[in-house]
């Protein structure tokens, strides 16, 4: 018997990502879409990831990128000489990362992953914040693998939502993979939810129009 598509896996994503580019869009039950910028993501670190990059770079310390992607950011922390660790689902995203040089495991952000509870930073960037479209429990994650006095660098969306949907990847040719919840968080979201995953807010910023939160154990 066949084993059932998967999400991220056996999608449009995976063929983009071996590709290196799009267009991508996660379609929505109502038909709504949402663009992925899956270019940007299979390019070098952009001026947008920058002020990201400064961050993990101040801490001094190793970071784990949940939801990789292509790698990119992991790649240009080995760069700036800090300690990094890409983790993807995806095995294109990780074959990728890895072909950068950099370090990628491919498996769940929920599996059992190294040196837990003893990260500098572990990154949500790129709308990885939707990861299985459980906020809550994707924080209390974030939150179990920082140590004590590390950060949990999140991206949120530009205005203020707090939806979760079904969704589905949609590649050019209108092919769409399987359906997976996902979610979408704006700031005042992410932060009350994050209070309940024992998080509190420890800066904010924004960079080329893309919102940031920096949350640390309260």
Known sequence: MTAPAAAWVDDPFAEAVRAGRGPLWLRQEDGARIPLDVERWCAPAAASDHSLLRRCLRLNAPVVDLGCGPGRLVAALLALGVPALGVDITGAAVARTRHLGGPALCRSVF?????????????????????????????RRGAELIAPNGLLLVEVEPEEVDERAVVRVEGPDGRLGPPFPWARLGPAATLRRARTAGLVEAERWTSHGRPFLALRKG
């Not at 190294?114 to 299985?132: F, S, V, Y």
């Open 111 to 139: 599996d059992r992953l190294p040196a837990e509870g003893r990260w500098g930073a572990a990154l949500l960037a790129d709308g990885n914040l939707g990861i299985g479209g459980d906020p809550d429990a994707l924080l």
